[in-house]
């Protein structure tokens, strides 16, 4: 993929064919320096944005944004989380992490437990792991059959549909790491002992099914379009582009701060001369 720093991002990292290679920058800064340079900007235009979509929802609108996290263990999803969504105010924001199913949750449809996570009006929600977990998983284990593949894509396909009627715009980020980098991350969480909590012995046999994984996701991306790629192996880049992915999609919204019910004027008249009692 050539790089062009004039595209804008999801222009750019729309999965369209190619996954873009893991250690590239093919869009925005190429050096780790510029890249948090330009996160400190994003993360402005990124919370004045949030906070004016956050002021529409407590007025009365119905617009919200799911993030969509998903990518091999070890390729940031947390990461990501921190040091984007770390850049906006706490309030507007609802994250979830899915893993293994409850014994409760498999009692119920798969998406139950993701309804239950949706972000409200005015919110930015974000999924570390998703619904797409219960294609990704299963099918891997030769748990789904071809047919019960094709009911889950359009059940999914008609919730994501239900989700956009309803004002809920989805941007859906693959975080794409090489199995060198994955590697290199997982003897770093055995080393380092204050990472070794992050460290999961499961790990270890999803990775031993690499190509059957990759595989999953190709038909994923096809299946359930649109989707973006962000190169993962620098985590620098990473953090810059689902930032600048996310800054777009709200810019595309164009949420603004509600007209208040009241005169202004009357108000500030109102201020004139007023004390504070004893």
Not at 83 to 100: E, S, T
Not at 117 to 134: K, N, T
Not at 163 to 181: M, N, Q, R, Y
Not at 249 to 258: E, Q
Request: charged share 25%; glycine share 8%.
């Amino acid at each position: 993929m050539a790089k062009n720093d004039g595209s804008r991002v999801r222009d750019a990292l729309r999965v369209g064919g190619d996954l873009p290679d893991p250690g590239s920058t093919p869009v925005g800064p190429g050096k780790k320096a510029k890249a948090l340079e330009r996160l400190e900007s994003a993360g402005e235009r990124l919370s004045a944005l949030q906070e004016a979509l956050y002021a529409e929802g407590v007025a009365g609108g119905t617009r919200s944004v799911l993030l969509v996290l998903q990518g091999m263990d070890t390729s940031g999803k947390g990461g990501t989380v921190s040091h984007v969504l770390g850049l906006v105010n706490p309030m507007g924001v609802r994250y979830a992490a899915f893993k293994k199913p409850t014994a409760a949750e498999r009692r119920h449809h798969y998406l139950w437990r993701i309804r239950k996570q949706l972000p409200a009006p005015g919110r930015i929600g974000v999924f570390d792991r998703s619904h797409y977990e219960d294609i990704l998983v299963p099918r891997v284990s030769g748990l789904l059959t071809a047919a019960e593949r094709r009911r889950r894509y359009a059940e999914i396909t008609a919730f994501e549909q239900e989700l956009a009627d309803a004002g809920t715009t989805v941007l859906k980020v693959f975080l794409h790491i090489s199995p060198e980098e994955q590697l290199k991350r997982l003897k770093a969480r055995l080393v380092t002992p204050e990472k070794r909590w992050k460290y999961n012995p499961g790990d270890l046999e999803a990775r031993s099914h690499w190509p059957a994984y990759q595989e999953a996701y190709a038909d994923i991306f096809a299946k359930t379009p649109p989707w973006y790629a962000v190169p993962a192996d620098h985590k620098w880049y990473r953090n810059w582009a689902v930032a600048e992915l996310l800054i777009e999609t709200l810019a595309d919204l164009k949420p603004a701060f509600p007209a208040p019910d009241y005169d202004v004027d009357a108000e500030l008249a109102k201020l004139k001369g007023v004390g504070v009692s004893a």
